[in-house]
């Protein structure tokens, strides 16, 4: 049995942001089931949204992230967000993250569905793998802080309320324990539980699954976040062709080559991506035909200096992103649900926090605004390791308004968090 003060598991922005914020307290593991660099944080491509421009607001994004999340986010948890997420970008440019910059040397700020300005920075189209680097070298340079690879986390450990460590096997199935002051899962999504899905193969909803069991509530799991816009070719994986293309000015079109978007919606190509992905649907069962992304009419030099990675792999598949329709079809892409979390991170289990993807702070509500979540993951991982550090978790778990443990489930009420689920009912309901 090993011991530490505080254990994260996962290694996308939300774990690895918190481990920066808590190797000044004690000792912290990391645990990580793949190499570490592998999670959904390295694919994200379109970048990190953050009201830093001049003609934007905390405000401005509070009101985009709620439109986009159908009404239903906590609006606390959003003004958390972006309230203080320009503090935390700012941050990531001090330790050297490289964005792209405008011509007056500032970051460039891109454009994305139902975001009323421009206020997404990115590092060209792979702003994950961007700022996971700059992350990983300082994790990499603090003592203090021990990184365990190919470590598949098997159960959390409890104690009467509280979660105390978890079991992990590694690469030879040897079992091991380790036990810890807090734990914190940043593990991350669950596309793969569809078959058609952004996400890598790592994205297997671990985190839910290990909260559940421990007794955690877990809230909202139906709201899953379908990207409008993956690659669709046979025999290809679901390779994720930005919604940043379509804010820079690409549109979708039918198989006769026409626009449809504005059928649909008054933001046409740049509507919610829930409601852009339900268009697709429609159109191409309407149509019989596949549906394209077409960037024709756009400069071929821009494109394929502002999008080289997704440049890259169109050719690697027989197209030329600047000229060619490109095949699109939805994809799971993103859980607005899971462990359900106070603004803190903490869960409804003493002991046990959860941050970014994994967990259901209500800052989404139905459907996430693009680039919310690199947001999240940073604004999050670091408050929930303020909270770790803090005498008994920095306080009771505080549940937004209209929560609590024992609601019961009513399969007649509107789904949203205000009804979520606890797990003991959940079981209940799976095994009746
Ligand atoms: C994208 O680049 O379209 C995805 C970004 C996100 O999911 O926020």
């Given at each position: 049995m090993r011991a530490a003060d505080f254990l994260i598991i996962g290694s996308g922005v939300a774990g690895l942001r918190a481990a920066i914020a808590l190797a000044p307290a004690?000792?912290?593991?990391?645990?990580?089931?793949?190499?570490?660099?592998?999670?959904?944080?390295?694919?994200?491509?379109?970048?990190?949204?953050?009201?830093?421009?001049?003609d934007d607001s905390p405000e401005l994004h509070a009101a985009d992230t709620v439109r986009a999340g159908d009404g239903l986010c906590d609006e606390s948890a959003v003004r958390v967000l972006v309230g203080e997420g320009p503090a935390y970008v700012r941050e990531l440019l001090e330790w050297g993250t490289r964005f792209d910059r405008d011509a007056r040397g500032r970051p460039a700020l891109g454009r994305e569905a139902a975001h009323s300005v421009r206020r997404v920075l990115h590092a060209g189209d792979a702003t994950g793998r961007e700022i996971g680097r700059v992350l990983w070298n300082l994790v990499a340079g603090l003592r203090g802080v021990e990184i365990v690879a190919h470590a598949l986390?098997?159960?959390?450990?409890?104690?009467?309320?509280?979660?105390?460590?978890?079991?992990?096997?590694?690469?030879?199935?040897?079992?091991?324990?380790?036990?810890?002051?807090?734990?914190?899962?940043?593990?991350?999504?669950?596309?793969?539980?569809?078959?058609?899905?952004?996400?890598?193969?790592?994205?297997t909803g671990d985190g839910i699954a290990l909260a559940y069991h421990a007794g955690a509530g877990v809230a909202d799991l139906e709201f899953v976040q379908f990207h409008p816009t993956a690659l669709n070719l046979p025999g290809v994986p679901r390779f994720l062709i930005s919604e940043a293309l379509r804010g820079e000015g690409a549109r979708l079109v039918n198989c006769h080559r026409e626009a449809f978007m504005s059928r649909f919606h008054p933001d046409a190509d740049l509507a919610p991506r829930d409601i852009v992905a339900r268009s697709i649907m429609r159109e191409a069962d309407s149509t019989g035909g596949d549906i394209f992304l077409t960037l024709a009419h756009l400069d071929p030099t821009y494109v394929v200096e502002r999008f080289p990675t997704i440049a890259d792999m169109c050719r690697r598949v027989g197209l030329d992103l600047a000229r060619d329709p490109i095949p699109v079809g939805p994809a799971a892409h993103y859980i607005m649900g899971g462990v359900?979390?106070?603004?803190?991170?903490?869960?409804?289990?003493?002991?046990?926090?959860?941050?970014?993807?994994?967990?259901?702070?209500?800052?989404?509500?139905?459907?996430?605004?693009?680039?919310?979540?690199?947001?999240?993951?940073?604004?999050?991982g670091a408050r929930a390791a303020i909270a770790m550090q803090s005498p008994a978790g920095g306080g009771d778990f505080t549940p937004a308004k209209g929560w609590r443990l024992r609601d019961r489930y009513d399969p007649g009420a509107p789904a949203s968090r205000h009804q979520p689920l606890a797990s003991e009912e959940v079981r209940d309901l799976m095994w009746r």
């Open positions: 004690g000792r912290v593991v990391v645990l990580t089931k793949a190499d570490p660099a592998e999670s959904n944080t390295g694919y994200a491509q379109g970048g990190i949204a953050a009201a830093v421009g001049d986390v098997t159960r959390l450990i409890v104690d009467g309320p509280h979660v105390v460590g978890a079991s992990f096997v590694d690469p030879d199935g040897t079992s091991h324990e380790i036990h810890a002051k807090a734990t914190l899962l940043a593990t991350g999504g669950a596309g793969q539980v569809f078959r058609e899905t952004t996400n890598p193969g790592v994205a359900y979390t106070d603004g803190w991170g903490r869960t409804s289990r003493p002991g046990l926090y959860a941050a970014g993807e994994v967990a259901c702070t209500g800052v989404h509500g139905a459907n996430r605004l693009a680039s919310n979540s690199l947001l999240e993951g940073l604004v999050f």
